[in-house]
């Protein structure tokens, strides 16, 4: 997989593949760009090297149709500012108006294309859409790590089409932090996973017993592993057809001398209300008709002990329904206390990153992933098809 150091820009067509599917509020304001600014090393080499910058993404579920409220047109807006020269929108992604739009460009001229997505053929990876996109340029950067487990024309049918391809700046930063993390980590490295369901991450836990030194489990799939040890858990959300499973899985960590934390108390409550009674209670103690909805102040130090000492910690999902105030508490504990520790830190993506950017703590984590998904993927041991469509994760600069 090529650098996009190790390309030729000057005067080509530069076709960057980003992810700018950002929060937007009622009035179409972009209220986190993020996404933006993490990618503007890439976009700035492009035209330092003057290129011609035509810039893609997605934005939303569209589900192939044209939908007004989710046009790129303030991503545009955005883009402009911070980018401090004009950015105009195309009128699509695809098709002969865009490709005369391109064919105005100058060096150092900046392009957006609409949504990808308003497109059917963008998440199918259909070819004919790819050749649609391949045809407006010289060269093709994928920079949108957040997007490179999904098998889209934008990320992988278009790769097959180019000669000249290369990974952007982000890409590259992402995969090296995580190899760094997983591959040849400083011990103890220490894997932190919550979230709601043991069953979307079971996968990533098994490829991580061959890596981690300890688990921290937290969140509604602890649940699951709770069961296991005949913990009676109320109303709490438990995945019953996977709870052997996680029983075999805690016990095939402990016999290989993984230390595996699981909370020890919860705050509960009789139903998912931001308003209900809530108390804080044992895990032995959770009276029926009631909810484990976080990890309780007894948890969050037992948790805080086992960082002690860690040297990497990677992290992804929340320790309970975080966006609500009443049960926010220990995934903020855990914020300050991985950003306490002396640890290499990555924090991977979706929720978990919403936690760390509201606690006020985000420069004090080492990494936050662009991407929960693809990240997840990774801690699967599975390879990212967009990687893999640009040659795969080794590095040729």
């Known amino acids: 997989m090529k650098n996009i150091k190790s390309m030729n820009l000057e005067g080509k067509r530069v076709l960057v593949r980003v992810d700018f599917n950002v929060p937007l509020d009622d009035q179409q304001n972009i209220t986190d760009d993020t996404r933006i600014r993490e990618v503007l090393p890439t976009l700035k080499y492009v035209l330092d090297h003057r290129g011609r910058l035509i810039v893609m993404s997605h934005m939303g579920r569209p589900k192939g149709k044209v939908v007004e409220k989710l046009s790129l047109k303030p991503v545009a807006m955005r883009l402009a500012r911070l980018l401090q020269q004009d950015v105009p929108?195309?009128?699509?992604?695809?098709?002969?108006?865009?490709?005369?739009?391109?064919?105005?460009?100058?060096?150092?001229?900046?392009?957006?294309?609409e949504n990808l997505r308003f497109h059917e053929g963008e998440e199918k990876n259909d070819a004919e859409f790819a050749s649609g996109l391949a045809a407006l340029c010289d060269v093709y950067i994928n920079d949108a790590f957040a997007v490179s487990h999904r098998e889209h024309a934008s990320v992988c049918a278009i790769a097959a089409q180019k000669q000249e391809t290369a990974a952007g700046f982000l890409l590259i930063k992402e995969l090296k932090y995580f190899q760094e993390?997983?591959?040849?980590?400083?011990?103890?490295?220490?894997?932190?996973?919550?979230?709601?369901?043991?069953?979307?991450?079971?996968?990533?836990?098994?490829?991580?017993?061959?890596?981690?030194?300890?688990?921290?489990?937290?969140?509604?799939?602890?649940?699951t592993f709770l069961k296991s040890m005949g913990y009676n858990l109320g109303k709490s959300m438990v995945e019953d057809d996977l709870v052997e499973a996680a029983g075999r899985l805690r016990q095939?960590?402990?016999?290989?001398?993984?230390?595996?934390?699981?909370?020890?108390d919860a705050v509960v409550a009789q139903e998912l209300d931001p308003k209900a009674e809530t108390k804080i209670v044992p895990f032995q103690e959770i009276p029926d008709g009631w909810m484990a909805l976080d990890i309780g102040p007894a948890t969050s130090t037992l948790f805080d002990e086992a960082l002690y000492n860690a040297k990497t910690i990677v992290w992804n999902g929340p320790m309970g329904v975080f966006e609500m105030d009443a049960?926010?508490?220990?995934?903020?504990?855990?914020?300050?206390?991985?950003?306490?520790?002396?640890?290499?830190?990555?924090?991977?993506?979706?929720d978990t990153d919403v936690a760390v950017h509201s606690s006020g703590q985000k420069d004090r984590i080492s990494?936050?992933?662009?991407?929960?998904?693809?990240?997840?993927?990774?801690?699967?041991?599975?390879?990212?098809?967009?990687?893999?469509?640009?040659?795969g994760p080794v590095f040729e600069e």
Do not use: C, H, Q, W
């Open 367 to 391: 990494y936050i992933s662009t991407g929960g998904g693809a990240f997840l993927r990774l801690l699967e041991g599975k390879p990212l098809p967009g990687v893999e469509a640009l040659g």
């Open 252 to 264: 095939r960590a402990i016999e290989e001398g993984i230390k595996f934390y699981l909370p020890v």
């Open 327 to 350: 049960y926010s508490r220990g995934t903020l504990s855990m914020v300050y206390s991985v950003a306490d520790s002396y640890a290499l830190s990555i924090v991977g993506g979706g």
């Open 89 to 113: 929108l195309a009128p699509d992604s695809i098709g002969p108006e865009v490709e005369s739009r391109v064919a105005e460009m100058k060096k150092g001229d900046v392009l957006l294309l």
């Open 181 to 223: 993390a997983m591959e040849n980590p400083r011990r103890p490295l220490v894997a932190i996973v919550g979230g709601a369901k043991v069953s979307g991450k079971f996968s990533a836990l098994e490829n991580m017993l061959a890596r981690v030194n300890k688990f921290i489990i937290g969140g509604a799939m602890a649940n």
